[in-house]
């Protein structure tokens, strides 16, 4: 495995925990707190983290990603996104080439998104 997947891998992992720690105790309301008009709740960032890491997937895979229809369960939004981790961490633990992108431009951008989005849910959460 490259230096660079390891990398990747690392920052895959620093989501999925900054993530968890920014829920953890969170209140029952928490997933539809709405901070204010037309901004995200809890719940939608968790299911656009999921979209955004979907669309980096598809550079391991081709394809497109449509956006995940909205789950019932907020427990199931960040389950699946989760799922998405750790499919992407696969895909960079295999060795599956890139397509069409270099390791970098995949850090600085779908990854480097669904990193800010993880600060919002933990302003959110404070």
Do not use: C
Not at 49 to 56: D, K, Q
Request: proline share 8%.
């Amino acid at each position: 495995m490259s230096v660079e997947n390891d990398l990747l891998r690392h920052f895959l992992a620093a989501i999925a925990s900054r993530t968890q720690k920014a829920l953890r105790d969170a209140p029952e309301s928490f997933p539809d707190f709405a901070a204010g008009h037309q901004l995200r709740t809890p719940v939608q960032i968790v299911r656009h983290m999921t979209s955004v890491l979907g669309y980096a997937r598809t550079f391991f895979i081709g394809g497109t990603y449509p956006r995940p229809d909205p789950l019932p369960i907020f427990g199931d939004e960040v389950i699946r996104l989760h799922q998405m981790l750790e499919d992407l961490a696969g895909h960079l633990s295999s060795g599956t080439p890139l397509i069409a992108i270099t390791p970098a431009q995949l850090l600085h951008g779908p990854l480097a998104d669904a990193m800010t989005h993880v600060y919002e849910i933990s302003e959110i959460s404070e």
